[in-house]
């Protein structure tokens, strides 16, 4: 999970505008977020 939260964020980062995601693991509960909630 953090690895690919590692390559949202990049990919976010490399925009022009304001970008937010969040990602569970239905299975294992474990979140992410990237100004989400």
Known sequence: MD????????LCDEQPFY???????LQTGEAA???GA
């Not at 690895?3 to 990049?10: F, G, S």
């Not at 970008?19 to 693991?25: A, E, F, N, S, V």
């Open 3 to 10: 690895n690919l939260a590692r390559q949202l964020n990049r």
């Open 33 to 35: 977020d990237r100004h």
């Open 19 to 25: 970008t937010g995601w969040y990602l569970k693991d």
